[in-house]
């Protein structure tokens, strides 16, 4: 039975960071939007994409997405949210209290000089 050493931090950069790289390996997201101001009493960290509140509860995740035609919104929506937890929770070690999804725009499908 091993011991614990000390204490491990993550980082609110790093947390951001885990939960682009995991928004952008999400199939169906096209890119990352601007994101609302989040309001709490909470610290909250934001960058490109995401925000992430940090609380006693764990760490509250907020995203905005732009996805691409045709998909279906609800289910790009849910692997984004298990991704993200998936990945603070396995990299990071963090409690997620939640993933907050917005898509705010649909891609428009591009015109080529072939096709209109």
Do not use: W, Y
């Amino acid at each position: 039975m091993s011991q614990p050493l000390g204490h491990v931090t993550v980082a609110a950069p790093v947390l951001l960071a885990l939960v682009r790289a995991a928004l952008r390996e999400t199939p169906g997201v096209v890119r990352l939007a601007d994101v609302p101001s989040v309001q709490g009493n909470t610290l909250v960290f934001t960058g490109p994409g995401a925000a992430v509140a940090i609380g006693a509860t764990g760490v509250h995740v907020t995203c905005a997405l732009v996805v691409a035609p045709g998909v279906r919104l609800v289910q790009v929506a849910a692997t984004a949210q298990a991704a993200i937890a998936a990945a603070l929770r396995e990299l990071a070690g963090v409690d997620v209290a939640a993933v907050d999804i917005s898509i705010v725009d649909v891609a428009a499908i591009e015109k080529t000089r072939d096709h209109g």
